[in-house]
């Protein structure tokens, strides 16, 4: 996704860990980093950590963040899957991934305007509905008297009270309030991964195309319940220490090429926290990877019919029965690791 705050991975994990009910007795400071929840559990828990080890494995091609994409008659594609975040172990690309982009035809991002954010302003104003909450709604009217008072502080305390978003979209509202943790200041800022992928192109006169608008992008969240927003909200403020520990660990995953384990680790502290309403993650799974997946699916194919294509999505697409390279084997497609 485009909405580069904050990675799809870090919604993922606060659509998880969020409190269902009633107003906390606190708010957690957003915190930059966190602690490796797997190599912790690995240390305390043994049993628990070979559990969810094993639960991992059985998600298809969640090992693996580079594939080569082969197909009778056609010149070889190559698809990588990125995490939306600019933590330099993200950053730093395997040497066969900088070389496929490099000698591709074309990098095929999940948007095309990543070279152009200013549109992102500009569609918040000839499209104020894909951010703003639908008319005569507000954030207050889904919060009790006690969560709205909570809500109100933790959002001033990050200069930005109920009131000054009381209309906005809630998960949008969720990313401006994660987006404010303390790290040394670059003296420039530094792109997501999907960003230099296609800053790279461009400085090298690669043509770069997209499988989504941003529009789409936001309707995709759009789509889910406005419940479902407001606590995912709830879970930015409520269970910021978490959220960090689930940034660190997908992140310590993902340098690894192995994201199987983050989804038994997320249900798990779920089940664990009877607080938390893990309905929450089905409708997010549904409407943020699954259908859009099927979407990509679709759309890419023009350019691997083309051949010696490179494309770039999130990691989170890659994997599962429904994950794009499951999808593309049904297409005809030999999908294999390519590292």
């Known amino acids: 996704m ?23 007795s606190h708010a957690e400071t957003p915190q930059c980093g966190g602690t ?5 559990m690995k240390k305390e828990d043994r049993r628990a950590y070979d559990r969810i080890i094993a639960e991992g494995r059985k998600i298809p091609n969640a090992k693996g963040l580079f594939w080569k994409i082969e197909k009778r008659g056609l010149k070889p594609s190559y698809l990588f899957g990125t995490m939306h975040v600019a933590d330099p172990r993200v950053l730093k690309m395997a040497r066969a991934v900088k070389q496929a982009q490099r000698r591709a ?13 200013g549109k992102a302003r500009i569609l918040a104003f000839t499209k104020p509905d894909m951010m703003m909450m639908p008319a005569g709604k507000r954030i ?17 305390a990050r200069g930005a009270p109920l009131s000054a978003v009381n209309y906005l979209r809630p998960w949008m509202v969720a990313n401006i309030f994660n987006a404010g943790c303390k790290t040394p200041q670059a003296k420039e800022p530094v792109p997501v991964l999907d960003q230099q992928l296609a800053i790279d192109a461009a400085n090298n006169m690669i043509p770069v195309r997209g499988l989504e ?10 789509t889910m319940s406005l419940e479902a927003q407001v606590k995912s909200l709830l879970s930015s403020i409520t269970s910021a220490s978490r959220l960090a520990d689930a940034d660190e660990t997908t992140i310590e995953l993902y340098s690894k090429g192995d994201l199987g384990p983050i989804q038994p680790l997320l249900r798990k502290i779920s089940r664990d926290d009877t607080s938390m309403a893990a309905d929450v993650y089905s409708e997010f799974e549904d409407a943020v990877v699954i259908r859009r997946n099927h979407v990509m699916a679709e759309r890419v194919l023009p350019y691997l019919r083309e ?8 990691a989170l697409h890659l994997q599962g029965e429904e994950g794009l390279v499951e999808l593309l084997r049904k297409q005809g497609f030999k999908v294999k690791r390519a590292n």
């Open 105 to 117: 035809s074309v990098t095929v991002l999940e948007s095309d305007q990543l070279l152009d954010l």
């Open 213 to 222: 608008t941003l529009e789409e992008q936001y309707s995709a969240f759009n």
């Open 36 to 40: 490796d929840l797997l190599a912790k």
């Open 307 to 314: 051949g010696n294509a490179f494309v770039a999505v999130g």
């Open 140 to 156: 207050e009217d889904f919060l009790t008297p006690d969560q709205k008072s909570f809500v109100n502080e933790a959002l001033t």
């Open 2 to 24: 485009r909405h580069s705050i904050r990675s799809l991975f870090t919604l993922l994990a606060s659509l998880v860990l969020f409190i269902a009910s009633g107003a906390p």
